[in-house]
């Protein structure tokens, strides 16, 4: 009996052992598909060098680098934060050179005509600098006057019924008319220089076409008697001209 039991479990032993062996799996080396791998992963490793580098910052202050302001700060100090003398606006433009030193060595007849363009000018130069002053004053202003209108709403809004009595009432109307009338000068002040410069444009058309209504006038006051002499003179010249 313990013969057979001890038979049976060999052959379940073996019969376990020879299935095993039928549905086990070699791995098979194949030199082209190894190749590919290596050919992938260096293609990986390519693209991952490159998005790594693509994603490197410049290595300076872009801040520094594409800043205009360095040609332009009094300019731009001026614009924003206002230039009561007028000298951030001077040394951002073309000097203008004295005039009263060479005044006395020009033609009597020429002087109007100069001091005219002259005066333009200082027109010009005047108007900007108000109105860079005031834009700049405007800006410096901005805040303060953004701080009060939100205080204002914020008391508008209050839950305490300290803020809605009607001496209360009457403080934030009063407040209020007392920053719509600051507003509306500061616009009225920007309207003015707009005008201004308006005006100085409209004073410099006017001189451009003046200088040509004068040329034309000239032409026809004095330009016939001098074409009549220039011309004969050049026909009497040619008239009695020998070749040496």
């Not at 001890?6 to 799996?25: D, E, R």
């Not at 600098?129 to 953004?146: C, E, M, S």
């Not at 016939?224 to 010249?237: H, I, K, N, P, V």
Request: with cysteine.
């Amino acid at each position: 009996m313990k013969r057979h039991l001890l038979f049976a479990i060999c052959v379940v032993i073996v019969v376990a052992l020879l299935s095993t062996a039928t549905s086990a799996q070699f791995v098979v080396y194949d030199p082209t598909n190894y190749v590919q791998a290596l050919a992938r992963y260096a293609q990986l490793l390519e693209q991952y060098r490159f998005w790594v580098a693509q994603a490197r910052r410049l290595p300076l202050n872009l801040a520094t680098r594409y800043r205009l302001q360095p040609y332009a700060q009094a300019i731009l100090s001026a614009l924003n934060v206002g230039d009561p003398t007028g000298g951030l606006y001077t040394v951002s433009v073309d000097p203008l050179d004295t005039l009263d030193d060479l005044v006395a060595s020009v033609p009597v007849e020429l002087r109007p005509r100069l001091r005219l363009l002259y005066g333009s000018l200082q027109f010009g130069d005047s108007v900007a600098k108000a109105a860079i002053n005031q834009v700049g004053a405007t800006r410096t202003n901005g805040p303060f006057a953004l701080t009060t209108i939100q205080n204002m709403e914020d008391d508008a809004v209050a839950n305490s019924d300290d803020f809605h009595t009607q001496v209360a009432l009457l403080d934030k109307i009063n407040g209020a008319t007392m920053l719509a009338l600051r507003l509306n000068e500061t616009a009225s002040q920007l309207q003015m220089h707009i005008l201004e410069q308006l005006l100085v444009q409209n004073k410099r058309t006017r001189d451009a076409e003046a200088e040509v209504m004068d040329a034309h006038l000239f032409q026809w006051r004095y330009g016939a008697a001098y074409g009549r002499d220039l011309f004969s003179r050049t026909a009497a010249a040619l008239d009695s001209w020998r070749q040496p």
